[in-house]
């Protein structure tokens, strides 16, 4: 399915218009999190009733049309996989009760990003993960984006899995622009919907590269998920790059980006900086974690406001339009 290149109603310059009351976010790594527009929330009490509880909130949440709450868990991995996937299913019935529609975790998150950790994950005991962790969603009745090895006859990847509220996956894309040895790259890029909204996804080291992001939005993308563990806090000279990267893929489409990264471990400074963030389709940062905390930012997203402009823009140059096209052709469209 072709996108409507002509359509450009909405002005992309309108979206850089910034919200009054917004906080510059402190650029050091002594600032900790920034809470601009969103909420922190620690993690609630569990209950094997939960998806009864949220039905009620769910439903109200779903007649806002054009409106998505979600959480991002800034989530520390263990190498153990049962462990790790029993904190997911926490997690996702914690957000759930607090109103989150999608639940997004950071790279690698059910195993854990070493090399060690995915080694001892076995095809059969990721199968199993998997269905634990479909099964949490379809109790909570929500949706969550996790971060996994894939093993295949063809290779092993570095994937980010969709899961719907009927326990089903209905996205497993693989990492395209790798910055580890292990896995083999990914093939595709792709949107799918969430509660009738379009989304897609990257990982990590392909937030570099912005045609994995604006070919999405110009297939109808409005919400990127950004799961990663970046690189630790020892190597600081990359930490404010990777905000303005991120910040800038959501500016320059426009596009609403949901973030998971991995926290630091306070301990022997090892794992990644934290620093998950919720980003407005402006390029200004809704909510930040904080650098060492294991934690939960959420929002409430409004695609409502015009997403995608300025792509459609580029578009629109006559000399560059049959290559956007033909870029745009290589999205896959999930129908769920």
């Given at each position: 399915m072709q996108p409507d290149f002509a359509r450009l109603s909405e002005d992309g310059n309108a979206?850089?218009?910034?919200?009054?009351?917004?906080?510059?976010?402190q650029m050091g790594l002594g600032a900790g999190s920034a809470l601009l527009m969103g909420e922190k929330l620690s993690m609630a009490s569990t209950s094997n009733d939960s998806s009864?509880?949220?039905?009620?909130?769910?439903?109200k949440q779903s007649q806002q049309a054009g409106k998505l709450n979600v959480a991002a868990v800034q989530f520390r991995s263990t190498d153990n996989l049962s462990d790790n996937v029993k904190r997911h299913c926490d997690y996702i019935r914690s957000c759930a009760k607090n109103g989150a529609r999608v639940v997004i975790f950071p790279e690698c998150s059910m195993t854990g990003y070493s090399k060690e950790a995915i080694d001892k994950a076995t095809p059969a005991l990721l199968t199993e993960a998997e269905a634990t962790i479909g099964a949490a969603c379809k109790e909570a009745n929500v949706y969550a984006i996790?971060?996994?090895?894939?093993?295949?006859?063809?290779?092993?990847?570095?994937?980010?899995?969709?899961?719907?509220?009927?326990?089903k996956i209905i996205e497993r894309y693989h990492k395209v622009q790798l910055a580890e040895s292990w896995p083999k790259p990914g093939d595709h890029?792709?949107?799918f919907p969430i509660d009738g909204v379009w989304c897609s996804i990257i990982i990590c080291h392909d937030e570099r590269y912005p045609e994995l992001v604006r070919l999405p939005v110009l297939a109808g993308a409005k919400i990127v998920f950004y799961i990663s563990s970046e690189s630790g806090i020892k190597e600081e000279r990359k930490i404010a790059p990777y905000r303005a990267q991120i910040m800038a893929r959501a500016a320059e489409?426009?596009?609403?980006?949901?973030?998971?990264n991995a926290p630091c471990n306070a301990k022997d400074l090892s794992g990644?900086?934290?620093?998950?963030?919720?980003?407005?389709?402006?390029?200004?940062?809704?909510?930040?974690?904080?650098?060492?905390?294991?934690?939960?930012?959420?929002?409430?997203?409004?695609?409502?406001?015009?997403?995608?402009?300025?792509?459609?823009?580029?578009?629109?140059?006559?000399f560059l339009?049959?290559?956007?096209?033909?870029?745009?052709a290589l999205v896959r469209r999930i129908e769920g």
């Open positions: 979206m850089a218009k910034t919200i009054s009351r917004r906080k510059l976010i009864k509880q949220n039905k009620t909130q769910v439903e996790v971060g996994s090895p894939t093993k295949t006859d063809t290779g092993l990847f570095n994937s980010a899995l969709v899961f719907t509220p009927e326990a890029m792709s949107v489409s426009p596009v609403y980006i949901a973030h998971a990644s900086h934290g620093q998950s963030r919720l980003i407005d389709s402006d390029g200004n940062i809704i909510t930040e974690a904080s650098i060492f905390d294991e934690e939960v930012i959420s929002t409430t997203f409004d695609v409502t406001k015009g997403t995608g402009g300025l792509a459609r823009r580029s578009a629109q140059c006559e339009k049959k290559w956007w096209e033909d870029g745009v």
